[in-house]
């Protein structure tokens, strides 16, 4: 996975909202970014909290938005925390 700095909590959100991650006071919203790259989708998760910003490389290949977001969705709350702990 392609870590990227954290950017400014201010920095308009991208990507779609596909939901929150909660656990000891700390809330972060999860985002998926994609884009095309020819025949393929390309896209990347983005976790968002008030105090900060953080997301991934571009870790999915599909064919289409829709089967990126269905690989997205294979990924447990757990997965996804271990991914946005592996950011910081």
Avoid: C, Y
């Avoid at 006071?25 to 998926?32: I, P």
């Avoid at 289409?64 to 990924?75: D, P, V």
């Amino acid at each position: 996975m392609d870590a990227q700095p954290s950017v400014a909590p201010d920095a308009p959100v991208v990507g779609r909202h596909l939901g929150d991650l909660a656990r000891g006071g700390t809330t972060w919203q999860v985002h998926l970014e994609t884009r095309r790259e020819g025949d393929l989708v390309t896209g990347r998760i983005h976790f968002v909290s008030p105090q900060a910003s953080r997301h991934t490389g571009w870790i999915f290949v599909e064919w289409s938005e829709q089967e990126t977001i269905q690989r997205f969705n294979e990924f447990s709350p757990v997965e996804l925390w271990k991914i946005l702990e592996s950011l910081a």
